[in-house]
T-cell receptor
């Protein structure tokens, strides 16, 4: 069964600290992996996309990594800010259909305290 | 900021009422989707559309229906709401015009509560 598992389920850090969120998947065949940020009461917004050949990609203070062999991805947030408080969702796409089916994780709820 | 809009943002209704959740996008995307999201759970696809006059059911069984008469509009209708329909409903779109066919642009959602 294709699945996406995220850890931790929730995380609290102090402003200015770094953190790393994990995503493990069993989706096959693999097309790409995206990280989305979902603020409370809003829809998710794409942060970054990782394809099979990419190991790391940065978007400002966000750095995503992908190990396609172990089927693991991480999202590292540097120098956290209060506005980083949100749910971070890992989404994996397969190549099983023309549409490219999407598999969603349950998200990691990050809270940044001042 | 995505150009996709959902109304209403919040809706509280009684059991048995008929409701329509509106979703519109101005990006010219061919593909549109409806997801259902409960707290702490993953998004579940309930309907999607590849284009005008094309609609399909998603992975999660739903008593709702959708229509796609215009590219920009993808409303979702519940003929008779029940408490089990209480949830967050998210509309999304994607298309090659965004430069990435699979990148989803989400609306802000409709929080539905059925009493």
């Amino acid at each position: 069964k294709n699945q996406v598992e995220q850890s931790p389920q929730s995380l609290i850090i102090l402003e200015g600290k770094n953190c790393t969120l994990q995503c493990n998947y069993t989706v096959s065949p693999f097309s790409n992996l995206r990280w989305y940020k979902q603020d409370t009461g809003r829809g998710p917004v794409s942060l970054t996309i990782m394809t099979f050949s990419e190991n790391t990609k940065s978007n400002g203070r966000y750095t995503a990594t992908l190990d396609a062999d172990t089927k693991q991805s991480s999202l590292h947030i540097t120098a956290s800010q209060l506005s980083d408080s949100a749910s971070y969702i890992c989404v994996v796409s397969d190549r099983g259909s023309t549409l490219g089916r999407l598999y969603f994780g349950r998200g990691t709820q990050l809270t940044v305290w001042p | 900021e995505a150009d996709i809009y959902q109304t209403p943002r919040y809706l509280v209704i009684g059991t048995g009422k008929k409701i329509t959740l509106e979703c519109s996008q101005t990006m010219g995307h061919d593909k549109m989707y409806w997801y259902q999201q409960d707290p702490g759970m993953e998004l579940h696809l309930i309907h999607y559309s590849y284009g005008v006059n094309s609609t399909e059911k998603g992975d999660l069984s739903s008593e709702s229906t959708v229509s796609r008469i215009r590219t920009e509009h993808f409303p979702l209708t519940l003929e008779s709401a029940r408490p089990s329909h209480t949830s967050q409903y998210l509309c999304a779109s994607s298309g090659p015009k965004s430069g990435d066919d699979e990148k989803l642009f989400f609306g802000s959602g409709t929080q539905l509560s059925v009493l």
